[in-house]
């Protein structure tokens, strides 16, 4: 089945403790990339992936991390999180040719609360 | 600078209702691609549809149904007979080459 995963699905930790959520695809999608969803502010980009080994800022980046090591993976690390991070996290896949990115296809979601 | 607006917040209808939600976008690139994504209260991203910038031709799937203007930059989306399960909250989204700029979202409220 085609899909988009992420691990975990839901995660308490507290300020300052290093995590990293884990993100895989498994239809061979060059284009991934990160959201995260906060009430009122809809889904805004975290980062992004064009291939392997090209990753891009996306609006809200600061205090996250990303690798794009292999095409399949596209993990999130959060160095030193903070309540602020607490939020709905998405990562998605899409194909990509041309320079464009066709419609992604979104993983299950993270909820993350930082205390 | 690119931008979707989504003006309704949240609409209540009642069963069978037909509802629109608007999406209105701002961009100056001509070739572009626009989405509409439904997040049921189970929380997922569900894919809809996606129109390219060069096709005006509306599209209709079962009871919905898409309405593109370049004319006046919007993307509306018509549910047509609506039913309890289309109760979820509706993103437009817009892409040029590499990033997916969402709405902040419509929440449909469908009520028996």
């Known amino acids: 089945e085609a899909q988009v995963t992420q691990n975990p699905r839901y995660l308490i930790t507290v300020t300052g403790k290093k995590l990293t959520v884990t993100c895989s695809q498994n239809?061979?999608?060059?284009?991934m990339s990160w959201y995260r969803q906060d009430p009122g502010l809809g889904l805004r980009q975290i980062y992004y992936s064009m291939n392997v080994e090209v990753t891009d800022k996306g609006d809200v980046p600061e205090g996250y991390k990303v690798s794009r090591k292999e095409k399949r993976n596209f993990p999130l690390i959060l160095e030193s999180p903070s309540p602020n991070q607490t939020s709905l996290y998405f990562c998605a896949s899409s194909y990509s040719s041309g320079g464009i990115t066709y419609e992604q296809y979104f993983g299950p979601g993270t909820r993350l609360t930082v205390t | 600078a690119q931008k979707v607006t989504q003006a309704q917040t949240e609409i209540s209808v009642v069963e069978k209702e037909d509802v629109t939600l608007d999406c209105v976008y701002e961009?100056?690139?001509?070739?572009?691609?626009l989405f509409w994504y439904k997040q049921p209260p189970s929380g997922e991203l569900v894919f809809l549809i996606r129109r390219n910038s060069f096709d005006e031709q509306n599209e209709i799937s079962g009871r919905y149904s898409w309405n593109f203007q370049k004319s006046t930059s919007s993307f509306n989306f018509t549910i047509t007979a609506s039913q309890v399960v289309d109760s979820a909250v509706y993103f437009c989204a817009l892409v040029n080459t590499d990033k997916l700029i969402f709405g902040t979202g419509t929440r449909l409220q469908v009520f028996p």
């Open positions: 961009t100056r690139d001509t070739t572009y691609y």
């Open positions: 239809m061979n999608h060059e284009y």
